[in-house]
């Protein structure tokens, strides 16, 4: 398994609290995604960034935040959640001229 | 816009014996990787197997091998000798070649149940 790390792993919260998702790797990759995972569903991109200082939106829209301000840091916040927001988060990365991404192991989120 | 459909939300197989599943894409490039990712229950998403769609020799990994049809775009992931550490969700995906992003498309995913 691949060096990328996702806390928390399980989070209950309740709605309109302000919530950060973290994701870390340690492989020095320079490119990090965030998609969201509803159960027994496919992935969608919501976050992608190429490296430091650079973030872009996915396909999927997404009320979420991130920044990248160190290459092994790609934090994702919600300011205010909401039971929509319950889902799978699952960060990933690659190296620059590498087509294949490494994925942590996902947060649960659920929003009451 | 290009789109990933896998058409079997299930399949099971029995220990030892071999399953194929299957995946279809559409896309307008020549040139584009496909992949199959091996998501088991409550575990980290790993990559089981890649293929470049320049290369028309099928991938293999061990028991993993794939079928690329690249004129009828589609990408089949054969599992032989199916052990039950395999079952799990398996999602194909596609990436562009050219993609600054390296974006992947994923399909909806087929979960393989393994019987003893």
């Known amino acids: 398994e691949a060096d990328i790390y996702q806390t928390p792993r399980y989070l209950v919260i309740g709605t309109g609290k302000k919530i950060t998702l973290e994701c870390s790797q340690t492989?020095?990759?320079?490119?990090m995604y965030w998609y969201q995972q509803d159960p027994g569903m496919e992935l969608h991109l919501i976050h992608y960034s190429y490296g430091v200082n650079s973030t872009e939106k996915g396909d999927l829209s997404s009320e979420s935040t991130v920044s990248r301000i160190r290459t092994e840091h790609f934090p994702l916040t919600l300011e205010s959640a909401r039971p929509s927001h319950t889902s799978q988060y699952l960060c990933?990365?690659?190296?620059?001229?590498?087509?294949?991404?490494?994925f942590g192991p996902g947060t649960r989120l659920l929003v009451l | 816009a290009q789109t990933v459909t896998q058409s079997q939300p299930e399949m099971s197989v029995q220990e030892a014996e071999t399953v194929t599943l299957s995946c279809t894409y559409d896309t307008s490039e020549s040139d584009y990787y496909l992949f199959w990712y091996k998501q088991p229950p409550s575990r980290q998403m790993i990559l089981v197997i890649r293929?470049?769609?320049?290369?028309?020799q099928n991938a293999t990994e061990n028991r993993f091998s794939v079928n690329f049809q690249k004129a009828a775009k589609s990408f089949s992931l054969k599992i032989s000798d199916s052990q039950l550490g395999d079952a799990a969700m398996y999602f194909c995906?596609?990436?562009?070649?050219?993609?600054?992003?390296?974006?992947?498309?994923f399909g909806q995913g087929t979960t393989l149940q393994v019987k003893p």
């Open positions: 293929q470049e769609a320049y290369k028309q």
């Open positions: 990933a990365s690659s190296p620059k001229n590498q087509e294949t991404q490494y």
């Open positions: 492989m020095g990759h320079d490119k």
């Open positions: 995906a596609y990436r562009r070649s050219t993609s600054n992003t390296g974006k992947l498309i």
